[in-house]
C-alpha cells in the first residue's frame, strides 16, 4: 500500500522559513518524479516544485522561484521542500505528489504565513 505523509506545516510570520517533509512508502522515491503542489481556499491546486527520479533535474513554479528549494533523501525515501522568504500568499494546503506510471498523493499540510 503506497503511502505518502507529510509534515512540517504551520504558522509562520512573513519572512519566515519552514521545511516540509513528505515520507513515502510502498514504493521506491527513486522510481518516481516527486513533486509538491499547493491549493488555496478558492483556488485550484497548483504546481510548486518538482523533483525527476533520478534526482538531476528540479522546476519550480514562477511564484516559489528562488525561494523554495525541492530535495531528497533516498536512503530515508523523504523529500523536503525548504521555503524562505514566505509570505501571506504561499498559505496554502501543501501537497507531495508521486508520478510514474500511476500518481499518488498525500492529504496534505496547512502552511500560513500570517502576522
Known amino acids: 500500500q503506497v503511502q505518502l505523509v507529510e509534515s512540517g506545516g504551520g504558522l509562520v510570520q512573513p519572512g519566515g522559513s519552514l521545511t516540509l517533509s513528505c515520507v513515502a512508502s510502498g514504493l521506491s522515491i527513486r522510481e518516481y518524479s516527486m513533486s509538491w503542489y499547493r491549493q488555496a481556499p478558492g483556488k485550484e491546486r497548483e504546481p510548486v516544485a518538482y523533483l525527476s527520479n533520478y534526482g538531476d533535474i528540479t522546476n519550480y513554479g514562477t511564484s516559489v522561484k528562488g525561494r523554495f528549494t525541492i530535495s531528497r533523501d533516498t536512503a530515508k525515501n523523504t523529500v523536503y521542500l525548504q521555503m524562505n522568504s514566505l509570505k501571506p500568499e504561499d498559505t496554502a494546503l501543501y501537497f507531495c505528489?508521486?508520478?510514474?506510471?500511476?500518481?499518488?498523493w498525500g492529504e496534505g499540510t496547512q502552511v500560513t504565513v500570517s502576522s
Open positions: 505528489n508521486a508520478r510514474h506510471s500511476e500518481t499518488y
